[in-house]
């Protein structure tokens, strides 16, 4: 059964940083995309960022450039999501996904085959 754990959010003040990290089992995504989606209380999920199994990465809105780092372990099947200065408007549930494509890299939900349960982010201001 595969499986995507997230882990690593929580509550923070706005300026401060979180790393959350999602773990991969019951089979390897060493070579495939990975990618990071959020969701906030009453909008649709959003493409955060996504890295390729070769380190290439895309981010998405322009409000997280800059900001957050998305990187990955692959000996680990493990990718991270590396928040700093954040803001009371990055709370959201946020979803760890893998595809079972190699030879691309996207941001819309409908490419990604797997997902995590999500993991809440809260940003106090």
């Known amino acids: 059964q595969v499986q995507l754990v997230e882990s690593g959010g929580g509550l923070v003040q706005a300026g401060g940083s979180l790393r959350l990290s999602c773990a991969a089992s019951g089979r390897t995504f060493s070579s495939s995309p990975m990618g990071w989606f959020r969701q906030a209380p009453g909008k649709e999920r959003e493409f955060v960022a996504a890295i390729s199994w070769n380190n290439y990465r895309i981010y998405g809105a322009d409000s997280v450039k800059g900001r957050f780092t998305i990187s990955r372990d692959n000996a680990k099947d493990t990718v991270y999501l590396q928040m700093n200065s954040l803001k009371p408007e990055d709370t959201a549930v946020y979803y760890c996904?893998?595809?079972?494509?190699?030879?691309?890299?996207?941001?819309?939900?409908?490419?990604?085959?797997?997902w995590g349960q999500g993991t809440q982010v809260t940003v106090s201001s």
């Open positions: 996904a893998a595809a079972l494509s190699q030879d691309a890299l996207a941001d819309q939900a409908s490419f990604y085959d797997y």
